[in-house]
């Protein structure tokens, strides 16, 4: 049995099999076992085991199953390449996360899920004074404020939060194009929320 090019190659029975292997970030365990052409046309069963992962073994009676061989399926740099961009944009999203979130932290869930309708209501209302705002109306009537006043807030605190939210997602796109066109783990280390 052995790794050649990314494939197992292995003797199964007198016949030489060929098994493609995939992709790892890291150094994973393969081993090659016979089994009965019962439990896996073919006989042959494949386990890939990465570091801290629990071993995939046969679940037929281990009286027939044989282990033909284990070997290491080594990362190749494109893998460890590939791996580190995949986790560097999950950390780049979850601290753009953290920020667009963080300019609605003074407001209650039930407020901001009440966003959508108060600007579509501001919005019906700045193109004409008689339309139909029935949360913008409650909300000014429960504050002692004119209709037309909080709906002009209302679009003022959109398009302020729209510009902050924007620049974020600037920020975390212009991360995910820099992690995209990363040739080497240095310059993808550099890139930073």
């Known amino acids: 049995m052995q790794i050649q090019n990314g494939n197992l190659v292995v003797e199964v029975e007198g016949s030489t099999m060929t098994v493609p292997l995939p992709e790892v970030a ?3 365990k393969v081993k090659a076992y016979l089994v009965p052409e019962a439990y896996r046309p073919g006989r042959l069963f494949i386990s890939v085991t990465l570091p801290g ?4 073994v046969p679940a037929c009676s281990q ?5 033909l061989g284990e070997d290491t399926l080594e990362a190749s740099d ?4 590939n791996a580190a961009k995949a986790a560097k944009l999950t950390e780049i999203n979850v601290e753009c996360q953290k920020a667009v979130s963080a300019l609605a932290k003074d407001y209650p869930d039930s407020e901001v899920q009440s966003w959508p309708q108060q600007v ?9 004074a008689g339309a139909d705002a029935p949360l913008l109306t409650a909300i000014a009537t429960a504050r002692g404020l004119p209709v037309a006043e909080l709906a002009s ?10 510009a902050a939210s924007g620049v974020l ?4 796109q212009a991360a995910e194009d820099l992690i995209t066109v ?3 783990l240095e310059a993808l280390s550099a890139i930073s929320w």
């Open 26 to 28: 890291t150094a994973a």
């Open 169 to 172: 997602i600037g920020q975390r």
């Open 120 to 128: 579509k209501e501001a919005t019906a209302l700045a193109a004409d």
């Open 78 to 81: 494109a893998d460890i390449l």
């Open 182 to 184: 990363a040739e080497d």
């Open 53 to 56: 992962q629990p071993e995939d």
């Open 153 to 162: 807030r209302v679009l003022d605190k959109m398009n302020a939060y729209a």
């Open 63 to 67: 009286d027939l199953v044989e282990l």
